[in-house]
């Protein structure tokens, strides 16, 4: 069964940082570039960051650029984003996502919840 | 505000058809595929349309996507009350190096 599950969401303070887990099953994690997309409380989707399936290349949204960082490990078939300097405009359910082509998700995960607030 | 333009909502009666715009500009839809997804209340989206007009497995013929210049629509025909969600269209920027979403059209089966 395809299936991707995140985990790492929580309350943090505004300033610290947090790091966000994908664990992938039911298919070849390796040949496929995985994305993070997250939405905040009542808005719609926002992209956050992609990696190819490799690890070699990665774009980030221009709200998380140089405070994100998204990386993989195909070793162990899971995906990461590290958030750091959070913000309260961070706070969403983050879902990680596999890609069918480029701009298109197939498989999304459940979604993790991520509240920054003192 | 999004650079992809969805219309905030629409409405139709069951049976019927409904179409869903997404406006965009040549360096995102004019120039790239457009993707949709279909968002149920509390789950994760779901992909409907890829690559303009193609269905994944599993999707209804009863969802169709098109794509002209820089726009793109989805039509749902047959319309059911499950079909009630919010429904997102995607696509990848290439000035800006970053997917864009749609800000999102709730649809209500009357």
């Known amino acids: 069964q395809v299936q991707l599950e995140e985990s790492g969401g929580g309350v943090v303070q505004p300033g610290r940082s947090l790091r966000l887990s994908c664990a992938a099953s039911?298919?070849?994690?390796?040949?496929?570039?995985m994305h993070w997309v997250r939405q905040a409380p009542g808005k719609g989707l926002e992209w956050v960051a992609v990696i190819s399936y490799d690890g070699s290349n990665k774009y980030y949204a221009d709200s998380v650029k140089g405070r994100f960082t998204i990386s993989r490990d195909n070793s162990k078939n899971t995906l990461y984003l590290q958030m750091n300097s959070l913000r309260a405009e961070d706070t969403a359910v983050y879902f990680c996502?596999?890609?069918?082509?480029?701009?298109?998700?197939?498989?999304w995960g459940q979604g993790t919840m991520v509240t920054v607030s003192s | 505000q999004s650079v992809l333009t969805q219309p905030p909502s629409v409405s139709a009666a069951p049976g019927q058809k409904v179409t869903i715009s997404c406006s965009g500009s040549?360096?995102?839809?004019?120039?790239?595929?457009v993707s949709w997804y279909q968002q149920l209340p509390g789950t994760a989206p779901k992909l409907l349309i890829y690559d303009n007009n193609k269905r994944p497995s599993g999707i209804p013929d009863r969802f169709s996507g098109s794509k002209s210049g820089t726009s793109a629509t989805l039509g749902i025909t047959g319309l059911q009350t499950g079909d009630e969600a919010d429904y997102y269209c995607g696509t990848w920027d290439s000035s800006l190096s970053a997917v864009l979403f749609g800000g999102g059209t709730k649809l209500t089966v009357l």
């Open positions: 039911g298919f070849t994690f390796s040949s496929y570039g």
């Open positions: 040549s360096s995102n839809i004019g120039n790239n595929y």
């Open positions: 996502a596999k890609e069918e082509t480029m701009d298109a998700f197939d498989i």
